[in-house]
């Protein structure tokens, strides 16, 4: 039987909170650098406003983070006085620094080990809701990934099943053949479940009790990603 082992990958692969908290780091800076005040006129608590005035008027781009950054930045500069045309210039600019600074992650001990085992023997690939993208080098990760299912790409995010959907055609599988392996309990186990898929819940170090409101069990639990090739073995056989 084939199989597509799928993983999310914002704290399945690395922890996420350190790479968007430098990531930030390095925008304040860069804006400031540029436009002296902008910073204190425009602090994550404003910004987090501009990102509720966004989302009311348009919903769907709670699934595009890429593109709801975008919005953020272009409302604040063309606020600080920038005329459209630059202020769009500039949020480009600044999008793709922040998206330099989103593929510096810190991998979670065994990741390379791990991958190494099951690139062998399974056909792996991404699903995420994040924009940080396996394949950049800053990661190093493109060669074990045949593909990535992006939520900012697709128009859709986990739990909707239509990103499992999504892989499963990409690999010209039936949903059934997808093991996806992640941390989140409703986007990754009862996304997946929703979808049809199996699934593998990261639960790191065994931190973290089941909650019946998160909906459908994974099909296995690990503490440890290196407790991973020998439980999709297991689902497999």
Known sequence: MSVLVTFDLDNTLWDVDPVIVRAEYAMESWFEERFPGFSDQFTSAERDLFKAQILKKCPEKASNLTALRLDIYLLALKKFGLPSEEAKSVAEAALAHFCEWRQRVDLFPHVIEVLESLYQDFSLAVITNGNADVFHPYIGLGQYFEFAVRADRIGVAKPDAQTFLHAA????????????????????????????????????????????????????????LLELPTVISSLVG
């Open 169 to 224: 055609k990409l690999a010209k599988l039936d949903v059934s053949q997808i093991i996806h392996i992640g941390d989140h309990p409703v986007d990754d186990v009862f996304g997946a479940a929703s979808a049809g898929a199996k699934s593998v819940w990261f639960n790191r170090h065994g931190a973290r009790r089941w909650d019946e409101k998160w909906g459908s069990h994974s099909n296995a639990e690990i503490h440890s």
